[in-house]
């Protein structure tokens, strides 16, 4: 199961068995200094407010140091930058630093990519009614994505292709949950999103954040 964050846009899978859902989230705000594909996203944080020093007292001059009162906090406005969709997709695997971190990139990435593609080919996601016909071009696509990206079909083994035709209610769950979470931070802008993927395994129950994109 992966969650996409990029400010605009939020893809949601579910892997073992899959599903797959995706949705708008929000037009993203572009920087006048950067490419067209980059996003911007706005948040507030908190931080310890500091007190300066007022002068000298009665009793002597006080420190010239700032105080810092833990007790109270201030807001400050940051902003986050965020490759768009198309780049996390469409990166390049052949260099020395990319195959050195394709030993701990989830297989998911490229079964997101599969689902992509059959959606795109087909209009549609991968139904029960026709497993035969759906495994053999999920798995048709899986040879031709993986090429594409100068990568091994044996990320991704046959079998990949049974979980790519039911959800599951836990599943969907743990997807809603963190899908609601990165909304509430978008829409109130507090606290950082994922950057940028989120990738959830029900066979092993346990999720994980990975980036992929420009360095």
């Known amino acids: 199961m992966a969650l996409h964050t990029f400010l605009n846009t939020l893809v949601i899978w579910a892997n073992s068995p899959g599903g797959q859902r995706f949705g708008r989230l929000l037009e993203p705000s572009r920087c006048p200094t950067c490419t067209p594909c980059c996003s911007l996203l706005l948040l507030v944080t908190e931080k310890p407010k500091v007190?300066?020093?007022s002068g000298e007292s009665a009793d002597g001059p006080e420190s010239k140091k700032a105080k810092v009162d833990p007790t109270e906090t201030t807001m400050v406005?940051?902003?986050a930058s965020f490759c768009s969709l198309k780049q996390a997709l469409e990166l390049d695997w052949t260099s020395d630093k990319a195959k050195a971190a394709l030993k701990k990139t989830p297989a998911d990435y490229f079964l997101l990519q599969v689902l992509l593609k059959f959606r795109t080919d087909?209009?549609?996601?991968?139904?029960?009614?026709s497993f035969d016909e759906d495994s053999q071009a999920l798995r048709q696509i899986r040879?031709?994505?993986?090429e594409r990206l100068s990568v091994s079909p044996s990320l991704l083994n046959d079998l990949f292709s049974s979980f790519c035709f039911s959800?599951?209610?836990p599943v969907c769950a743990v997807v809603g949950g963190v899908l609601g979470q990165e909304v509430v931070k978008a829409l109130y802008q507090r606290d950082a999103p994922h950057r940028?993927?989120?990738f959830f395994d029900a066979r092993k129950g346990n999720g994980v954040v990975d980036y992929f994109g420009p360095n």
Not at 122 to 129: F, K, N, S, V
Not at 143 to 146: A, E, I, P, W
């Open 51 to 53: 007190v300066k020093p």
């Open 77 to 79: 406005k940051k902003v």
């Open 122 to 129: 087909r209009g549609r996601d991968p139904d029960p009614r």
């Open 143 to 146: 040879d031709d994505v993986m």
């Open 167 to 169: 959800e599951l209610s």
């Open 196 to 198: 940028n993927f989120f």
